[in-house]
């Protein structure tokens, strides 16, 4: 899977951005892979360029290069630390709630794909709607044009079997 360069945005012919633009942008491209892998160096070399648009003077940057990379480098850095602060934020709450959750495991993730491909297709299509797609009753509902009180019905139901298939 090859990463693609953006197109870079409308620019005006006196600013330089596309002339830095036509000149970095494989150069950042290869440099984000090496680093951060293929799949975060797409995202961070479209959003490092959106960060160097602004930029009224770019014919007036000296070291385009090590602008690319610092920028990169911080929005890399910016999203490893939301990462962590998301990871130490889950493990807070469950201990404050004495819940003891940890992270799935593949064994977990394998078990739950069980359980939710067991339920029956009616219960099946309620339980994903409501606890995978955040709808709430009346919005499965009406998506699957069933009266509200029957999509309660239903995710009791397939409530009762997962606990029942977990207990055996």
Same mark, same amino acid.
């Given at each position: 899977?090859?990463?693609?360069?953006?197109?870079?945005?409308?620019?005006?012919?006196?600013? /330089?951005?596309?002339?830095?633009?036509?000149?970095?942008? /494989?150069?950042?491209?290869?440099?984000?892979?090496?680093?951060?892998?293929?799949?975060?160096?797409?995202?961070?070399? +479209?959003?490092?360029?959106?960060?160097?648009?602004?930029? +009224?003077?770019?014919?007036?940057?000296?070291?385009?290069?090590?602008?690319?990379?610092?920028?990169?480098?911080?929005?890399?850095?910016?999203?490893?630390?939301?990462?962590?602060?998301?990871?130490?934020?889950?493990?807070?709450?469950?201990?404050?709630?004495?819940?003891?959750?940890?992270?799935?495991?593949?064994?977990?993730?394998?078990?739950?794909?069980?359980?939710?491909?067991?339920?029956?297709?009616?219960?099946?299509?309620?339980?994903?709607?409501?606890?995978?797609?955040?709808?709430?009753?009346?919005?499965? /509902?009406?998506?699957? /044009?069933?009266?509200?009180?029957?999509?309660?019905?239903?995710?009791?139901?397939?409530?009762?079997?997962?606990?029942?298939?977990?207990?055996?």
């Amino acid at each position: 899977m090859a990463v693609s360069a953006p197109c870079p945005p409308t620019a005006r012919p006196d600013d /330089g951005f596309a002339a830095i633009y036509r000149r970095y942008s /494989g150069w950042l491209k290869a440099r984000l892979v090496r680093r951060y892998g293929l799949q975060d160096a797409e995202d961070l070399l +479209q959003e490092t360029w959106l960060r160097l648009a602004p930029y +009224q003077n770019a014919q007036e940057i000296r070291h385009p290069q090590a602008l690319l990379m610092r920028i990169a480098s911080n929005l890399a850095a910016d999203r490893a630390a939301r990462r962590n602060h998301r990871s130490r934020q889950a493990a807070d709450v469950s201990q404050s709630h004495g819940w003891g959750y940890e992270l799935p495991t593949q064994a977990d993730e394998v078990l739950v794909r069980q359980l939710v491909l067991s339920l029956p297709v009616p219960l099946r299509d309620v339980f994903v709607l409501s606890r995978f797609g955040g709808l709430t009753n009346t919005q499965i /509902g009406e998506q699957l /044009g069933i009266s509200p009180k029957t999509v309660e019905w239903r995710m009791t139901k397939a409530l009762a079997h997962c606990a029942a298939q977990l207990r055996r």
